[in-house]
T-cell receptor, first 113, second 117 residues
Framework: DSGVTQTPKHLITATGQRVTLRCSPRSGDLSVYWYQQSLDQGLQFLIQYYNGEERAKGNILERFSAQQFPDLHSELNLSSLELGDSALYFC????????????FGQGTRLTVV | AQKVTQAQTEISVVEKEDVTLDCVYE???????LFWYKQPPSGELVFLIR??????QNEISGRYSWNFQKSTSSFNFTITASQVVDSAVYFC??????????????FGKGTKLSVKP
């Protein structure tokens, strides 16, 4: 058990809908990262928050947004969903902001139908 | 540009064979970190090792060993006496200055290892 908790584990929704994925980092970790894993794109970094502030952005679509709350949990919001958004979404957390090993949650499998 | 290449898409071995998973990386940074993660069929990503760019010592942990060579930009992973439980997808990753932060990981496409009894 990595100590990173993601909910829900599975999510099935229709095109055009909006969903929220939740992540609770390991105790004491200040950084939260979101990654998307799809068959065609592989594992891709989406966005990072550090102690409540956005720290870095990767290949995140404009339809997607995230935030990190004062208690350090994070939410990834996906809107106007398309079939191509179906993927495994991982949250990871780490102590600091630089090169510390990131521990991953079990992922949320999103299926858009 | 920063990139991680895992040229082996799939490898199949018989139990007790040794197997090496290749990883080649590209980065212009002089300070960077390399990682290996394991993704078993259950789907989670399990951290295996982190190595920084200044430490070229090989590392051994039980049946696992890692060979880091800056001269060839490679960070290869060897499993000795493989077991069925080693069946998984293995990802090599690079953490360098990407997207404004040095904490993000750039992953290779992964190598799917199947160990048959």
């Amino acid at each position: 058990d990595s100590g990173v908790t993601q909910t829900p584990k599975h999510l099935i929704t229709a095109t055009g809908q909006r969903v929220t994925l939740r992540c609770s980092p390991r105790s004491g970790d200040l950084s939260v990262y979101w990654y998307q894993q799809s068959l065609d794109q592989g594992l891709q970094f989406l966005i990072q928050y550090y102690n409540g502030e956005e720290r870095a952005k990767g290949n995140i679509l404009e339809r997607f947004s995230a935030q990190q709350f004062p208690d350090l949990h994070s939410e990834l919001n996906l809107s106007s969903l398309e079939l191509g958004d179906s993927a495994l979404y991982f949250c990871a957390s780490s102590r600091g902001n630089r090169n510390t090993e990131a521990f991953f949650g079990q992922g949320t499998r999103l299926t858009v139908v | 540009a920063q990139k991680v290449t895992q040229a082996q898409t799939e490898i199949s071995v018989v139990e007790k064979e040794d197997v090496t998973l290749d990883c080649v990386y590209e980065t212009r940074d002089t300070t960077y970190y390399l990682f290996w993660y394991k993704q078993p069929p259950s789907g989670e990503l399990v951290f295996l090792i982190r190595r920084n760019s200044f430490d070229e010592q090989n590392e051994i942990s039980g049946r696992y060993s890692w060979n880091f060579q800056k001269s060839t930009s490679s960070f290869n992973f060897t499993i000795t006496a493989s077991q069925v439980v080693d069946s998984a997808v293995y990802f090599c990753a690079l953490s360098a200055n990407y997207g404004g932060s040095q904490g993000n990981l750039i992953f290779g496409k992964g190598t799917k290892l199947s160990v048959k009894p």
